[in-house]
């Protein structure tokens, strides 16, 4: 692990490699991607959210897609395709207690059909999962479609020894502070998340994990 420089993102990776057997390449991958320090600053930013809804903390507000290959310009129905084309690396960004369920996922409510992007199964949490995807910037009616598909899959397709439906939203970027404004008023456990289609810049995520331990520091001196 010559890619980790504390103990700390030593200890996480070598967990991560006894809870879902990971080999050497995909190690690396995840060290690549910077996985820990990725997790690190989504669980500081959604702190209170994490609490008020636990099933959220399996999800990050930042994901690494860089083994997919869109067109330029590419659609929502693109970056879809590709991930089914390429779903065991998809699985493996998330995490191997995801399992697919199926693209466009059909609910019906007051006789009309409405699709779901992607749904999964997480079976640590015993709970469906539903992924819109967004070309473009996050916007607050995205999180209102996103819990009415939630509703219908608790209502309609959960079964009853299952916990509740879990959503994420992935777009391709957001500003925080809407996030944090949408998400503070949703009674359902979501996740709005961005994606990138290459590696991350580690000295970027590097300053912004410092940046947050400081502030974090500060609160608690108060």
């Known amino acids: 692990m010559s890619g980790c420089k504390t103990d700390e ?13 990971y080999g050497k390449r995909e190690l690396e991958r995840q060290i690549d991607s910077m996985l820990y320090e990725r997790t690190m600053l989504s669980f500081a930013k959604h702190h209170d959210l994490i609490e008020q809804h636990p099933a959220v903390g399996t999800l990050r507000d930042s994901y690494v897609l860089e083994f997919l290959d869109v067109p330029e310009n590419y659609k929502e129905k693109d970056l879809r395709k590709s991930i089914i084309t390429n779903l065991k690396q998809f699985i493996l960004e998330f995490g191997k207690d995801f399992t697919f369920v199926g693209e466009e996922y059909c ?24 992924i819109q995807l967004k070309v473009g910037k996050f916007k607050p009616e995205h999180l209102g479609q996103l819990n009415f598909y939630l509703e219908a899959l608790n209502r309609d397709v959960k079964k009853s020894n299952e916990n509740p439906s879990v959503g994420l939203i992935l777009c391709t970027y957001k500003n925080d502070t809407v996030v944090e404004y949408a998400l503070s008023s949703s009674l359902s456990p979501a996740m709005i998340a961005d994606y990138t289609l290459q590696l991350p810049d580690k000295k970027l995520l590097e300053a912004k994990l410092r940046e947050i331990a400081m502030l974090t520091e500060g609160n608690d001196e108060e």
Not at 9 to 20: D, G, P, V
Not at 109 to 130: H, K, M, Q
């Open 107 to 130: 609910v019906q409510v007051g006789n009309t059909d409405f699709f779901i992007d992607l749904l999964f199964y997480n079976r640590a949490l015993s709970c469906l999962v539903a």
């Open 9 to 21: 993102a030593k200890e996480f990776y070598m967990r991560l490699c006894i809870a879902n057997g």
